[in-house]
Structure formats: C-alpha cells, structure tokens
C-alpha cells in the first residue's frame, strides 16, 4: 500500500480510515530516512496518509484515496499504492500542510 525512500529526513507516519472517530488510526508507523516502508492488510475503504518530517517537524496530509478489492476469474485482485513522502515531479499523489491538531 505505501512506500517511501529517497527522504533524508525520519518520517512518523498515520494512515487513517476516512469515516472512523478523530482519534481513530489504522496504522501509525516509524520511518528511518532514506528507507521505504509497506503496509499491508489495510481493509478495503477510503484513506488518507498524515505525517511528519522529524527533522522540520512539518506535517502534511494526502488527499484522500480509496483500497478496493475486486472478484476477477483468477481470484481477488486487491489496491497497491505507492506515496513517495518528498517532492517528486509529476507525483501521483498531492499533500497539504496540517497543523498539529489535525495530526
């Protein structure tokens, strides 16, 4: 579901299932820099990723995506998405600056 790599900086990372209570995180995880991490066995819903830069302390979130699965003759086909979490030219996925509150 994500990965990330390439960022010199160490990331705390959330992913989030859209719907659930304020406080409510389906995965919170530790990124060491220059390392890539992923998630597997997220259910199928809407999600989006908020973290932070440790060494900026910035904090961003993605817009939101969404984990499908999907009955096909060979079997069940599953979402794989991947996030880089530093700026990439022509990137797939766009985030925006959050304040601590909405970490």
Not at 27 to 55: C, H, T
Request: avoid cysteine; charged fraction near 20%.
């Amino acid at each position: 579901m994500y990965k990330r790599q390439g960022n010199s900086s160490d990331v705390f990372v959330k992913i989030v299932k859209i719907g659930l209570p304020a406080h409510g995180h389906n995965r919170i995880f530790y990124i060491p820099a220059y390392s890539q991490f992923q998630a597997k066995n997220l259910e199928r819903g809407s999600y989006v990723v908020k973290y932070q830069d440790l060494a900026s302390g910035t904090r961003a979130k993605s817009d939101p995506f969404v984990l499908s699965e999907t009955e096909t003759y060979g079997g069940t086909q599953f979402s794989n998405v991947t996030m880089t979490l530093f700026k990439v030219a022509n990137g797939n996925m766009r985030t925006t600056p959050i304040g601590e509150h909405e970490f």
